[in-house]
């Protein structure tokens, strides 16, 4: 079994800055990709960022510049540092990954959420 523990979310005001991290434990041979994704009200989730075991990333357009996602493999954790947040990135963030619970088995896994509200 596999788990996946985020934190760092809050309150912060416009152009603010704020950390999250989400740590995998469980039963974990090796993680392929960490990412995380967002879901504001009444909004489909969507992508944030993502980076595969090797470090290559990916970022949705409205956050290049701003998001950088990084990750500790020797942890297995990533994170997302969020810096000039805007009130559009408000929502629920939530971590997700790409693991091997043994050799060729991948399975897709998700984190609680954590909420991120930017507002004055």
Known sequence: QVHLVESGGGLVQPGG????????SGSIFSIYAMGWYRQAPGKQRELVAIITS??????????????????????NTVYLQMNSLKPEDTAVYYCNAVIAV?????????GQGTQVTVSS
């Open 54 to 75: 090797g470090g290559s990333t990916n970022y949705a357009d409205s956050v290049k510049g701003r998001f950088t996602i990084s990750r500790d493999n020797a942890k």
């Open 102 to 110: 043994r050799p060729g088995q991948l399975n897709n896994y998700w």
């Open 17 to 24: 800055s704020l950390r999250l991290s989400c740590a995998a």
